[in-house]
């Protein structure tokens, strides 16, 4: 008589676990990630000898012909769209302590005139630092 356990069969391995780590990394990267709209067009950034950037801000596009660009809108409505912002922010946040930082995108061959056109506007905006984004030579 064989009283011996009769043969099993063989188990699969579970792959719970490791779907499980798989989607708790893909919300870890979802969350920590940091999303940026669209650029409105493409803008060739001038050289200059430093590269320091502003960590966070609003960012204002001006194309090579001198046409701004903010979120969605062109032109002026980008500017006014960039004031708008600007008071939706302050109204939750202290803009007097911590005034928030423009981040300028200037296309390289974009007239200097229209900078200098939206100076002022920007200024009255509130906005007390402008940080423009160029390339390191």
């Known amino acids: 008589m064989d009283f011996s356990d ?4 063989a188990r699969s391995e579970n792959l719970l676990p490791m779907i499980n780590v798989v989607f708790l990394l893909l ?9 940026a709209g669209p650029e409105p067009f493409p803008v060739t950034v001038p ?5 320091m950037l502003a960590e966070d801000g609003f960012t204002l596009w ?7 660009g903010f979120a969605d809108a062109l032109g ?3 500017v006014e769209a960039l004031a708008a912002a600007r008071a939706a922010h302050c109204a939750t946040a202290d803009c007097v302590a911590e005034p928030p930082v423009l981040l ?7 007239p200097a005139a229209a900078l200098a056109a939206l100076m002022p ?10 940080d423009m984004v160029t390339l390191p030579r």
């Not at 919300?27 to 999303?35: E, G, Q, S, V």
């Not at 050289?47 to 590269?51: G, I, K, N, P, Q």
């Open 104 to 110: 300028l995108r200037a296309d390289a061959d974009a």
């Open 6 to 9: 009769p043969p099993r069969p």
């Open 76 to 78: 002026d409505e980008a």
């Open 121 to 130: 506007a920007l200024g009255a905006m509130g906005f007390a630092r402008m």
């Open 27 to 35: 919300i870890f990267f979802l969350i920590a990630a940091r999303l």
């Open 47 to 51: 050289e200059a000898e430093s590269d």
């Open 62 to 68: 001006l194309g090579p012909g001198g046409e701004a």
